[in-house]
C-alpha cells in the first residue's frame, strides 16, 4: 500500500502545481454547464408571424384579439400584418420573420356556415425547433377559437388534467448531471490518459519499472490517484453547479452522501477505462487525437442533451455499454428527484462490474518493459 500511496502522491502534488490543468479540468466543466444549460434551456420568445388577412370580417377580429394576448402575455410571437401575400414569403424566405399565417377571403363565411373554415401557417422549416413552437402555439389557438362561446351546463367530453410530480425543471438543471459527467471525464482523461502517456514518453514510466513494485500495484496506483482527481472535480461542479442551477436545497446531507458516492463509483469507472485504453500506447499524440471522438461518442448517446427514447436502434444499442449513460442516469435522479441508493441501486451495479472489468483487462495487458 505504501508504493500505491507514493503514486498517488506524486501525481497529485503534479496535478496541484498545474494551475492551467486544475482550471481544463474544473472550471471549464462549470462554463460549458452555465452556456448551454441557458443557451438550449427556456422557451422560445419573440418571433415574428406575418399575417395576411384577405378576409377582414368579424371572426377575424377574435383571432386577432388572441393573437395581441399572446404578444402581451406569453410573448412567444408578435404579428406584422401584409397585404399582399407574395411579400410575406418574400421576407419568410429572406429571414425577416418566422412565418406567415393566411387568412383566406371566405373564412369568416365559413365560420358562420360551418363550413370547415381553415387557415393556413406557412412556417421556415429549416429550425425545427422555431417551427415546433409555432405549431404549438398555434394548436393551442386553434383549439382555444373552437371553443363553444357559450359553455353547456354538462361537459360532454372527455378533460385531461395535467399533474406534475415535481417542479418544473429549467434546461440548466436537466443539463447538470451530464456536465458532472463530462468534468469527470476530463479528469479521467488527463490523469488516466495524457499525463500516463505523457510519463512513458519522458522517460519518468521507466522509474516505476526498475522497481519491486507489482502491475497491480502500479495500474491500482495510477487509478487512485487519476480517481482522486476526477472526484474532486465532480465534487466541486456537482456543488457549483447545483447552486448555480437553483436545484432545491443542494447541499442537504442525505444527498450530498449519495452524491459523493456516485462520484467516486462513476470516476473508478472512467478512469479504469481510459487506462484500459491507454495501457498499450506509447505516442503522445493519440490520446488526444482521440479525445473529441471519444467524448461525442460517449457524452451524447447518454442522455445528458436529450432523451434516450428519440435515438434510433443503434444509438441505443451504444447507450446500454455507455458508462455516461448510468452515471448520467444516477446524477438526474440525485439532482432532479432527490431520490435514495434504490432508485440508483442498477446504476452503481453497473459502474462497479464495469471497473472491475476494465481493471482486470488492464492489469492483464500492462507490460513491464522499460
Known amino acids: 500500500m505504501n508504493r500505491i500511496m507514493a503514486i498517488i502522491q506524486r501525481d497529485l502534488l503534479k496535478f496541484f502545481r498545474s494551475p492551467a490543468l486544475m482550471m481544463a479540468s474544473l472550471i471549464f466543466p462549470l462554463v460549458q454547464l452555465v452556456v448551454l444549460g441557458y443557451a438550449f434551456g427556456g422557451k422560445i420568445k419573440n418571433l415574428k408571424v406575418g399575417v395576411v388577412n384577405q378576409d377582414g370580417g368579424l371572426e377575424t377580429v377574435r383571432l386577432r384579439e388572441m393573437f395581441g394576448a399572446i404578444a402581451a402575455n406569453a410573448r412567444t410571437f408578435t404579428t406584422v400584418g401584409y397585404v399582399d401575400p407574395r411579400k410575406a414569403l418574400e421576407d419568410l424566405r429572406e429571414g425577416r420573420i418566422n412565418a406567415v399565417l393566411e387568412i383566406p377571403p371566405d373564412f369568416s363565411r365559413n365560420v358562420l356556415e360551418q363550413h370547415e373554415p381553415q387557415?393556413?401557417?406557412?412556417?421556415d422549416n429549416t429550425?425545427?425547433?422555431?417551427?415546433?413552437?409555432?405549431?404549438?402555439?398555434?394548436?393551442?389557438?386553434?383549439?382555444?377559437?373552437?371553443?363553444?362561446?357559450v359553455e353547456p351546463r354538462v361537459p360532454g367530453g372527455v378533460s385531461l388534467r395535467v399533474v406534475e410530480l415535481y417542479p418544473y425543471v429549467p434546461y440548466i438543471q436537466?443539463?447538470?448531471?451530464?456536465?458532472?459527467?463530462?468534468?469527470?471525464?476530463?479528469?479521467?482523461?488527463?490523469?488516466?490518459?495524457?499525463?500516463?502517456?505523457?510519463?512513458?514518453a519522458r522517460g519518468l514510466h521507466e522509474g516505476y519499472l526498475v522497481t519491486p513494485?507489482?502491475?497491480?500495484?502500479?495500474?491500482?496506483?495510477?487509478?487512485?490517484?487519476?480517481?482522486?482527481?476526477?472526484?474532486?472535480?465532480?465534487l466541486v461542479l456537482s456543488t457549483l453547479g447545483a447552486l448555480l442551477a437553483g436545484i432545491p436545497n443542494p447541499l442537504a446531507l442525505a444527498r450530498v452522501a449519495r452524491l459523493i458516492v456516485v462520484i467516486?463509483?462513476?470516476?473508478?469507472?472512467?478512469?479504469?477505462?481510459?487506462?484500459?485504453?491507454?495501457?498499450?500506447?506509447?505516442?503522445?499524440?493519440?490520446?488526444?487525437?482521440?479525445?473529441?471522438?471519444?467524448n461525442t461518442l460517449l457524452f451524447f448517446p447518454s442522455g445528458a442533451v436529450y432523451?434516450?427514447?428519440?435515438?434510433?436502434?443503434?444509438?441505443?444499442?451504444?447507450?446500454?455499454?455507455?458508462?455516461?449513460?448510468?452515471?448520467?442516469?444516477?446524477?438526474?435522479s440525485l439532482f432532479l428527484?432527490?431520490?435514495?441508493?434504490?432508485?440508483?441501486?442498477?446504476?452503481?451495479?453497473?459502474?462497479?462490474?464495469?471497473?472491475?472489468?476494465m481493471m482486470t483487462f488492464a492489469t492483464l495487458l500492462f507490460r513491464r518493459t522499460l
Open 307 to 332: 432523451p434516450i427514447n428519440a435515438f434510433p436502434p443503434w444509438m441505443k444499442a451504444i447507450t446500454v455499454i455507455d458508462p455516461f449513460t448510468y452515471a448520467v442516469h444516477a446524477f438526474k
Open 174 to 200: 436537466y443539463l447538470l448531471a451530464g456536465s458532472v459527467v463530462l468534468s469527470i471525464f476530463v479528469s479521467a482523461m488527463i490523469g488516466g490518459g495524457i499525463i500516463f502517456i505523457d510519463d512513458k
Open 264 to 294: 467516486v463509483v462513476s470516476s473508478m469507472a472512467l478512469i479504469s477505462m481510459m487506462f484500459l485504453m491507454m495501457v498499450r500506447i506509447s505516442d503522445p499524440l493519440v490520446p488526444r487525437a482521440i479525445f473529441g471522438v471519444l
Open 127 to 149: 429550425d425545427n425547433f422555431v417551427t415546433s413552437a409555432l405549431e404549438g402555439v398555434f394548436t393551442g389557438l386553434v383549439a382555444a377559437y373552437n371553443q363553444p362561446r
Open 337 to 357: 428527484k432527490n431520490t435514495g441508493f434504490i432508485a440508483i441501486s442498477g446504476d452503481l451495479i453497473f459502474l462497479t462490474v464495469f471497473t472491475v472489468i
Open 213 to 234: 513494485i507489482t502491475k497491480f500495484e502500479l495500474i491500482m496506483g495510477f487509478t487512485l490517484s487519476g480517481a482522486s482527481k476526477a472526484i474532486l472535480a465532480g
Open 119 to 123: 387557415i393556413a401557417l406557412i412556417e
